[in-house]
């Protein structure tokens, strides 16, 4: 009877619980809603001779639990776990490319934290950051990118999730929504009755990497800048972004699965020119190719085919014959022939 009784007033407490909670996750969202419109008008949001000096989302509106320090931390343990979980290309040429790459975006891009970059083996284009500035690249995305100024588009959308704390804040967001849900882990058996998720089976949690259409279109929006105060040509993650539409049509649903919570391709391709033709003053010169991303993505075909890898690439001269030893009379093509003049 005391059993029933105390069970009865339990559940009653963790109701009055979750209606407090449900109330203020409304209010929450309301304040997370005027945060992100804020976003856009916040002051330099616009002036890429701003970056590195302004605040685009760490400790601002709702803002997070989490400072700076204790980022680096989570980020560190998770991306332990990604690292133990997948298979990491290990070739320094390649790592050692791609690192020069993010960390020359890092440089010029709004974020307070050094970047730990690596490859991961896997054929699909796609690259998550976590808190930090553990930034993890699939193979796939510089196999698909034609260009170098692509996988820096890509690249410099995930330093935009660090630069605005997206992880810290959609944790705290997660946080705050998770102790309205406190009844319901008491009613169905702790956290699966909360659908926890992990992404891309690397153990990491999906709010740490999946983000919700506005963090992902404020990414673009600093990830144009810092593409293009790199030097990049910033169309270059337009066209990346056109390869992935064209990659939903030939493989229906697999952008929709990868990139679920990003917005719609087209959406994100007329906003991107919108903005690239509005913000960013216009240059003479960009950087489109490098011959380097031209030999890495070569080097990468190879090692994805688990094909042996040349780390000298100049041609060796070779002596060709010309001439058949059993057949001396016989000649090549190209040789160039005597012929008489049968007038003398």
């Not at 991306?79 to 997948?86: D, G, K, L, N, Y």
């Not at 705290?172 to 406190?182: D, E, F, K, N």
């Amino acid at each position: 009877m005391f059993r029933r009784s105390y069970l009865l007033v339990l559940a009653l407490l963790f109701s009055i619980t979750g209606v407090l909670a449900s109330a203020q996750d409304q209010k929450d969202q309301g304040k997370e809603a005027k945060d992100d419109e804020k976003f856009y008008h916040a002051t330099g949001i616009n002036d890429v001779n701003a970056i590195g000096s302004r605040n685009v989302g760490c400790n601002r509106g709702l803002g997070n639990w989490y400072s700076l320090d204790a980022q680096v931390r989570m980020g560190q343990e998770f991306a332990r776990q990604v690292e133990q979980s997948s298979h990491l290309i290990t070739d320094p040429v390649v790592n050692e490319y791609v690192n020069r790459v993010g960390q020359n975006l890092s440089r010029n891009s709004d974020s307070r934290l050094p970047f730990t970059i690596k490859i991961i083996d896997v054929e699909e284009p796609n690259a998550f950051a976590l808190p930090g500035g553990y930034m993890f690249v699939n193979a796939g995305t510089i196999l698909l990118a034609d260009d170098e100024s692509e996988l820096a588009g890509v690249m410099a959308h995930e330093i935009g999730h660090v630069s605005a704390c997206h992880a810290a804040r959609e944790a705290t967001r997660g946080t705050l929504a998770s102790i309205a849900m406190i009844p319901v882990m008491v009613m169905t058996g702790g956290l699966a009755g909360l659908g926890v998720g992990e992404a891309a089976n690397f153990g990491v949690p999906a709010v740490f990497s999946k983000f919700g259409r506005n963090f992902e279109a404020q990414a673009d929006y600093l990830g144009i800048q810092y593409a293009y105060k790199s030097g990049y040509d910033p169309v270059g993650m337009i066209n990346f972004f056109e390869k992935l539409e064209a990659l939903e049509k030939k493989r229906p649903g697999f952008v929709s699965k990868v990139y679920g919570d990003h917005p719609q391709t087209p959406d994100r391709v007329e906003k991107s020119q919108h903005e690239i033709a509005t913000i960013l003053p216009p240059r003479a010169e960009y950087i489109v190719d490098t011959s380097d991303f031209e030999q890495v993505k070569k080097r990468l075909a190879l090692i994805m085919k688990h094909r042996p890898v040349k780390d000298n690439t100049e041609e060796t001269p070779q002596l060709r014959r010309t001439v058949d030893e059993k057949n001396p009379q016989q000649q090549d093509d190209d040789r160039p022939v005597l012929k008489r003049n049968p007038s003398n």
